[in-house]
């Protein structure tokens, strides 16, 4: 799944996890293919085997994204487009037929991948929504956890709080007994001091305190009011308040507990996104070039070069353990001009293709007098090359400024910028942002064996 995601579809893809609706937004996708009108209707009916031949090549590779996407396109381009092609008419009829026939043939193909993909998304979707499940429960848990963590704390702080304030109380309960027993002791003094001095009073009733009713008070000449001392909330049994200053000093500091900090708690992180296209900037599979392209290529362009004409070539190679590798540089009969080169007999270059096996990877061209960018020639002919195949790349080698670019359309502005545009020759094409910009999926390789094949001669 990861690597069949590995093609620009994933610019233009929402993050849809509806099966049904992933398929759907394959197929739109395939619906964007165009036949331009400049591009010749032979080309595009060569470039549909071509065509055939990827989309094989990634099914047999497991890649039933880019396989079933390539069917598609085939499918809308001869079933839709190509029909209404200004040359479709001219076209070599036994061609026509060879596609019609391809066509009848991909349908029930197209139908299986689609089967197949709606069977792929179906088990991603239900596994994702299982690790949902897991990690919404993980999340339960944890969360659980510390709720019950943070119970027994706050149970274990109210009872330290408790006993500390049990004991204040009990302390100065006790130190009031105390304060009380010495006043009655003083109360005692002071009577015997009394009863002494008053000769009627008998030594004997002193030492009884009992507090005298209003009804038994012939000995009652204690001075009832002796325990109006002991507090009232004592006398009630009720517990006493506490003063300020005890408090102060035997009251637990409970603000002085140390906040527990939440944000020390495991954070499970629900969204993490894994999403991963792959190593460059749009997903891109990897398109290999030997180093030695540019200085072969050079060399073979030399005489136009000198006489300041450009030169172009096809770059043909094969798909394996998903990427692109240039094995050949097709170089086809052409004609030149300073800033422009069009390939004349596509025959020849097609046939080589077809019984090599090979696939169009891009082109290679010099720019015999300028620097080495894409002109708004060079970004119409690149764009049937990248619209066939995400991958697609644009050498331009400029022997004068000693210069080597490998270019693409940019794929959010350039392409669909170059589909809308009717204009031919040179013109204006939008600067910011930019059309088309350095390939970040081409890797250079040593490798001595890249042939070149000069059709020029044939
Ligand atoms: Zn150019
Ligand atoms: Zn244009």
């Not at 392209?293 to 073979?300: D, E, L, Q, Y």
Request: hydrophobic share 30%; charged share 35%; glycine share 4%.
């Amino acid at each position: 799944m990861a690597s069949s995601m590995k093609s620009n579809i994933a610019l233009s893809l929402s993050y849809t996890r509806d099966p049904a609706a992933k398929v759907r937004e394959l197929c739109n996708h395939a619906s964007q293919v165009e036949a331009e009108p400049a591009v010749p209707a032979r080309r595009y009916l060569r470039s549909g085997l071509e065509m055939l031949r990827m989309a094989k090549v990634y099914k047999d590779e497991g890649e039933y994204e880019s396989a079933f996407i390539l069917y598609m396109k085939f499918i809308t381009l001869f079933v839709e487009k190509l029909p209404k092609h200004p040359g479709y008419k001219d076209a070599p009829q036994n061609e026509v037929a060879n596609i019609r026939q391809k066509v009848k043939q991909v349908f029930p193909v197209a139908e299986e991948l689609k089967g197949k993909l709606t069977v792929r998304y179906t088990e991603i979707e239900n596994k994702r929504q299982e690790e949902e499940r897991k990690k919404a429960e993980e999340i339960a848990k944890e969360q659980e956890k510390f709720r019950l963590e943070e119970e027994i704390r706050r149970k274990e702080e109210e009872e330290r709080s408790r006993k500390l304030r049990e004991q204040s109380e009990e302390l100065w309960l006790k130190e009031q007994e105390e304060k009380f027993r010495q006043l009655q002791e003083r109360e005692k003094e002071k009577q015997k001091d009394k009863d002494r001095r008053d000769p009627n009073i008998l030594i004997d009733d002193l030492g009884d305190n009992r507090p005298s009713s209003g009804l038994n008070n012939e000995k009652g000449r204690v001075p009832s009011g002796s325990l109006s001392f002991v507090p009232n909330d004592l006398r009630q049994g009720q517990r006493p308040k506490l003063e300020k200053n005890l408090s102060q000093d035997y009251t637990p500091h409970i603000q002085d507990r140390p906040e527990i900090d939440r944000s020390t708690k495991p954070l499970v992180d629900q969204f993490a996104s894994t999403t991963n296209y792959g190593g460059n900037k749009y997903g891109l599979k990897d398109v290999v070039v030997p180093r030695d392209i540019v200085i072969k290529f050079m060399n073979i362009a030399e005489q136009n070069t000198r006489k300041n004409v450009e030169t172009c070539g096809i770059l043909s190679g094969k798909m394996e353990r998903g990427a692109f590798f240039i094995t050949h540089v097709l170089v086809p009969k052409q004609t030149g001009t300073p800033d422009s080169c069009n390939a004349e007999n596509e025959e020849d270059l097609f046939e080589f293709q077809d019984s090599n096996d090979l696939l169009s990877l891009g082109w290679i061209h010099t720019h015999p007098t300028q620097t080495a960018f894409l002109s708004s020639v060079d970004l119409h002919t690149q764009y049937p090359y990248q619209q066939l195949m995400p991958e697609a790349i644009a050498i331009v080698v400029s022997p004068k400024f000693n210069e080597t670019g490998v270019f693409m359309l940019t794929p959010d502005i350039g392409l669909p910028e170059v589909a809308k545009c009717s204009k031919r020759g040179h013109h204006e094409h939008t600067k910011h942002p930019p059309v088309f910009e350095t390939c970040s999926h081409a890797r250079f390789v040593d490798d001595k064996n890249i042939v070149l094949v000069d059709l020029r001669t044939k």
